[in-house]
């Protein structure tokens, strides 16, 4: 009984959370939205989030279709902290945008050649790995800018929720990940409590990251209030 509830618990969960990924990249119908870059690539991030998790919600039994989302969910892990670096950098400005910029191009060659000499089953642990910690400093630098204003405007608040879902999401990645590469000397680690976790983190991300969207473009602007930040929004 106890599995039984476990396993609907879990498919409940990942359901909902495969479902929500794709919010953010409806939020795109939207023009207020659109026409922000920084919601744009959002939006692609979520919706790459969706389609790799998708067979969770319908089982492939075409062989075809499934080689097509084994290499879909490949892809994405290598594109995965590029996305992510470059919402920091179109959400930022002046010297922290260029270095962002230049941390990304760095990933991007060092992740290639490595997989150029070593392949990917070697290279992925360590690009991920590296991928994840890089985006972790970021989205704790982003919010703790954020902290460190008094005043700020609807842009700068959605991107606050935004840097929040990502620092929960990739931290509890981050534990998945260290449990899983030390499972042989951990004591009591569970795939299924992994996966559950995975997918609770990734529902809960993926709410924060909407709500955020939708508090900038389709929420009531209040009298006076300002829409854009003192840079350009829609021009990053």
Known sequence: MK??????????????AIVICFVPFVFLGFKKVRK????????????FNGLVNFPILWPIQK???RSFFQHLSNIYDLIDTPLVLLVFALASAGKLRKQVLLV????????????????YAFSWPIVVGIGVSLILVYTVSGLWQYLKKMEHNRFENSMAYVYAALLFGYGTYLIIYLLYFFRNSASGYNEADSFLLYYTSLLLSAVVTSTGIWS??????KPGGSLMPHYSSSSS
């Open 63 to 65: 062989e075809g279709l």
């Open 36 to 47: 922000v870059n920084t919601y744009r690539v959002i939006g692609i991030y979520w919706l």
């Open 104 to 119: 990304l191009v760095g990933f991007v060659i060092g992740e290639s050649i490595l997989i150029g000499q070593k392949g």
């Open 3 to 16: 599995t039984g509830s476990y396993s609907v618990l879990y498919l409940v969960i990942a359901s909902l």
């Open 216 to 221: 900038y473009g389709l929420r009531r602007s």
